[in-house]
């Protein structure tokens, strides 16, 4: 009898591999039990799924919810969110790691299956991201734009569309496929000089945790590393794959006012390189080549020119058939505004507080 339970253990290991969920809060309570009924939704067996909440000292009820829905929670010392995906990445248990924000959803109760399922037809795959992310309902539209490009600077730069029903496509016409089932679609950036800004950390995407560890031992001493797996999964020459029918919905921003506070601390982590933008833009960037890191240096004149980002603003207004992406052009000339004058804080060394983000 015992010999058959341990079978049929192990049966369920090697048929589904542990899952550990990586979740960073602070003072998340509005959204993270959207988060975890969504991952208690799935149908992978919740036997086999590690919720880690890495949780940054929340004075509401963020700990209490996370306990309600049995996670394992790890207080966060130095609550940056990036130290939390460095505490999740050095303390799961799991064979896979999977980035889930507290305002993000699995909507797909297949999800977790899927990405497995990818993982098991190719071991080159090291990474499996989701479809992209879709807008919930009734939700401020500037997240329409928030959840397809990020922020100005990144629409500019990469024209990369992360919007679940493009992102796809949009791929397809970059980068190459090496094939694609009903399922899933596999991609090769080897031959790219420009790869798109994929966070694994985040976004119900996943990586496999164990080829990580062994082939990459300095990610366990540098956080800031921690958004920057897929750059380097892919020095490795590994594929990705990108679900099909597997939106992360976003519950981004309240409103408009909240994601201007959003976009100014982004270009604060960027100019002063703290660990939270080395491990963005400022981290990227001493990845891709040479030739492709001169795009920064236009995005000033891009904005001051006036006429190109309200050309942008037009096409994206009517091929998304959203006026909201009008607000392009000012956005663009805030953020700019933004890249100046704290430019001019850093050169000339003026006293300058950056508060954590999220705090």
């Not at 509401?60 to 394992?72: F, G, M, N, P, S």
């Not at 966070?199 to 031992?217: C, Q």
């Not at 909240?258 to 270009?267: P, Q």
Request: proline share 5%; net charge positive; with cysteine.
């Amino acid at each position: 009898m015992l010999s058959l339970v341990f079978e049929n253990f192990l049966s369920m290991n090697d048929k589904f591999p542990l899952i550990s969920i990586i979740t960073p809060t602070f003072n998340s309570g509005k959204t993270i039990e959207k988060t975890l009924k969504s991952i208690r939704k799935q149908t992978y067996p919740q036997e086999r799924i590690e919720i880690m909440i890495i949780d940054g000292g929340s004075r509401d009820d963020t700990v209490k919810i996370a306990k309600k829905y049995k996670c394992r929670v790890i207080p966060n010392l130095k609550i940056d969110i990036i130290n939390a995906g460095h505490l999740g990445y050095t303390k799961a248990k799991g064979k896979y790691y999977l980035g889930l924000a507290p305002d993000e959803v699995l909507e797909n109760p297949n999800s977790l299956k899927l990405k497995i399922s990818a993982f098991r037809k190719d071991p080159n795959i090291r990474a499996v991201i989701a479809s992209g992310y879709k807008t919930p309902e009734n939700m401020s539209s500037i997240n329409h734009y928030i959840n397809e490009f990020g922020d100005p600077f990144s629409l500019f730069y990469y024209r990369e569309s992360s919007e679940y029903t493009r992102q796809l496509s949009s791929f397809k016409k970059k980068y190459e496929v090496i094939r694609e089932d009903k399922n899933c679609a596999v991609f090769s950036f080897n031959n790219t000089e420009k790869l798109p800004p994929i966070e694994l950390w985040g976004g119900g995407n996943m990586l496999d945790l164990k080829f990580v560890r062994k082939t990459f031992p300095e990610v366990k001493i540098n956080p800031s590393l921690i958004p920057l797996l897929f750059f380097l999964i892919n020095t490795k020459s590994k594929l990705l794959a990108i679900t099909k029918n597997d939106p992360t919905v976003h519950f981004s921003c309240n409103n408009l006012k909240h994601y201007l506070k959003k976009i100014k601390s982004r270009v604060e982590f960027n100019i002063f390189r703290t660990p939270m933008g080395m491990g963005g833009f400022s981290g990227r960037e001493n990845i891709v080549k040479s030739s492709f890191k001169l795009r920064k240096y236009f995005f000033l004149f891009y904005s001051i020119s006036i006429i190109l980002p309200f050309l942008d603003s037009v096409i994206l207004s009517v091929s998304r058939k959203q006026i909201v992406y009008m607000l392009h052009l000012p956005l663009s000339i805030y953020t700019s505004f933004l890249i100046g004058y704290y430019y001019l804080v850093k050169v000339f060394d003026i006293e300058h507080n950056i508060k954590l983000y999220g705090h």
